[in-house]
């Protein structure tokens, strides 16, 4: 029997400020097709099974701020969240100290073009060599200049441009940390060669670019929806008005003389959401999934059908770009509870409020639903591959 494999703890390091990137807000926060850069690093290593943990790095005047923008509206799980260093490798230190993986993977958070496939390989080099780190090779003429003079031109055949993930055995990056001589290091495969050791190159790619100027931003928004494939799902659902029953509407209790019948809460515009999103995606529809025969489902909110469809949609490689939903009735008037509405349908799905769209419409009084004898909803999404 082979032995088990090593728990891995992924260090996403975003501490820095970005003083070279410009304005008022760390370039974590800088909005990259439709989401912070932060995010979709973290949402890349969120998808990897082999993942058992993510500890987050941060800087301490931003920290709070990061994790409501960056981090709650769209990670399932929360990331263990530490503060910063001064440097990089106090940074690293500080997210080691609170990790517990076996098996080390350090990312910078802004390089959000992070495969699924390269972090698996540098976990693997990384477990069977003690070190690895993805790297490319050094494609431009390399030229050592003097006083803005031409010196010489460097032989660039073996050169390699270091990326991140590096990955490290536990053992073997607690020497490098307590090592001597650590000041002055850029990344953490150097701490590893101070020791006098290797570490093992695993290719990287070009689009593992790390933002660092506003310029890097723009390519890496060009390369996302080059690279992107979108589908459109719709969804549409009724139900009977019914004494006794109390009203639930995008997740949100609703104050009315009577509430929506059927086998679960009977919410209207979640169901119709969770339809387009399951359509979307080609799994079928929410009949299959959550059975109204099936008793685990018996007055299961709208909120937890979302939760369970959306958790679908994204292991089958997609994910939410847009939801707009409209409930069809006369009564009650949602105006109200709309904002509500939306935070409580994002909070279901893992993705920002400004995702999420909300309206009413009537049918003037011409059938069931326009006489008050029922609800009904349509759902129209948008999903990226992931």
Known sequence: MSPPSPSVSAIVVAAGLGSRFGGERPKQLAPLAGRPVLTHSLLVFEACPDISEIILVLPRDWLEII????????????????????SRVESTRRGFEASGGDLLLIHDGVRPLISPDLVARVARAARERGAALAAVPVRDTLKKVENRLVGATVDRRLLWQAQTPQGFQRELLARALAGAGTDGATDDIEL????????????GSARNLKITTPEDLIMAEALMNHSACFRTGHGYDLHRLAEGRPLWLGGVP?????GL???SDADVLA?????ALLGAAGLGDIGEHF?????????ASGALLLRESMAKVRAAGWELVNADLTLVGEKPKIGPYRQAMKEALAGALSVAPAAVNVKATTTEGMDAVGRGLALAAYAAVALKNI
Do not use: I, M, N
């Open 67 to 86: 994790v409501a923008e960056a981090v709650t509206p769209y990670l399932s799980v929360k990331p263990v969240c530490v503060v910063g260093g001064r």
């Open 192 to 203: 590893v060669q101070r020791l006098g050791l290797s570490a093992e190159v695993v290719s």
């Open 254 to 258: 609703v104050a009315f003389e009577r």
């Open 261 to 263: 019948l059927g086998h």
């Open 271 to 275: 169901h119709a959401l969770v339809d």
């Open 291 to 299: 059975p109204d025969k099936d008793d685990r489902w018996a007055g």
